[in-house]
């Protein structure tokens, strides 16, 4: 999730409010404006119990930011806050709310495009033992609108994920009937979303890639891409995006291995950029207490970017190979790389248009 940019106008923080809300909480704050990065800061960092009083405290003041992320921790099943009844309530008043907003609204566009997506995924499978029930229909209509009207790619990840599946909104090539026609556009957004930079999106692009499932099997495409979304993940994606770097490092032979760290910084350079918006939380005291566990194959290799593994394979320089001609600056002449990034940019199997 983004860290969006701070209210405005209408939105601006009653400081005498919020001061007695925070007194109320327990907690005190230097600032209500304080109290939304402590809030938004243990958010990231999993510290609800932190969390909560202080976005709690917000909400009676700022109440879409606040209510948002109050929604986000219900709607964590890893949490001790889990309420996914509580969280699919707030999510539909913040898109009721919100439906009008304009689109290219910074701060309150994307909330309500993330409730939209939100609202979405609940209604497509229902809430157990809940009012809730599953009502496909409207599940595709929110999720359309998240992902189109406001152009949010949070949305267009999961709406790639649902067409993928032959299912999800009516915006096929072929008609609503066609579902191999759903699954070429899921892989259009899919491969749109990655050529972009979207974490989400390579890292779920390179597990189908490692298997050749929807794409070609290209496994050193797979290493590689995986590689940039490991390393441009937003703190609430880290732990599945390098559980699927994990697998494919793990498993990927010294050949697949010798052909990704040829590519490395080009793919970090086309397919990186400045992504990790949501690492930029400022110090909030919590940092220091995110340390990241340390990672090993079976083998008790450690698993680590494939830039150390270049680094760490660097050898001296070699002698030329027998047939092997230095050029006049003395180095090797050889046969390119079997790669070879394209005009536009994409790798070949990265190319998902419609047909």
Request: hydrophobic residues 40%.
């Amino acid at each position: 999730m983004r860290i969006f940019k701070q209210v405005t106008a209408g939105l601006v923080f009653s400081l005498a409010a919020s001061a007695a809300a925070l007194a109320a909480s327990g907690l005190t704050f230097k600032s209500a404006d304080d109290a939304m990065r402590q809030g938004i800061a243990a958010f990231n960092g999993g510290y609800y119990e932190i969390a909560v009083p202080a976005l709690e405290a917000v909400a009676e003041t700022n109440p879409a930011v606040g209510r948002f992320y109050l929604a986000r921790i219900y709607a964590d099943n890893d949490g001790s806050y889990t309420d996914h009844g509580k969280a699919y309530a707030i999510f539909k008043a913040l898109a009721d709310e919100l439906q009008d907003i304009d689109p290219d609204d910074d701060t309150l566009a994307p909330i309500a495009a993330k409730s939209l997506t939100a609202i979405s995924s609940y209604l497509r499978d229902g809430i157990p033992d809940s009012s809730v029930r599953s009502n496909v229909r409207e599940a595709d209509r929110a999720l359309q609108r998240a992902a189109l009207t406001f152009n949010n790619e949070d949305a267009q990840f999961e709406l790639a994920k649902v067409l993928l599946r032959g299912e999800g909104p009516d915006i096929t090539l072929g008609g609503p009937d066609d579902p191999s026609s759903k699954i070429e556009n899921g892989r259009h957004w899919l491969g749109r979303l990655s050529r972009s930079g979207h974490a989400g999106a390579q890292a779920f692009l390179a597990d189908l890639m490692w298997r050749g499932k929807f794409v070609p099997k290209d496994q050193a495409a797979a290493l590689n891409l995986i590689d940039v979304a490991v390393a441009h993940a937003p703190l609430h994606e880290r732990v599945w995006i390098e559980d699927i770097y994990q697998n494919i490092f793990c498993n990927a032979g010294e050949g697949v291995r010798q052909q990704a760290t040829g590519r490395v910084a080009d793919w970090h350079d086309r397919y990186g950029g400045s992504r990790r918006k949501d690492n930029v939380a400022g110090k909030s005291g919590l940092d220091d207490l995110a340390a990241e566990p340390v990672r090993t194959c079976a083998n008790g290799e450690a698993v680590l970017p494939m830039a150390k593994v270049m680094e760490r394979a660097q050898p001296e320089r070699a002698l030329p190979a027998p047939g092997l001609a230095p050029d006049m600056a003395g180095r090797e002449i050889s046969t390119p790389p079997a790669y070879q990034p394209s005009d536009s940019g994409a790798p070949p199997s990265m190319s998902l248009t419609p047909r």
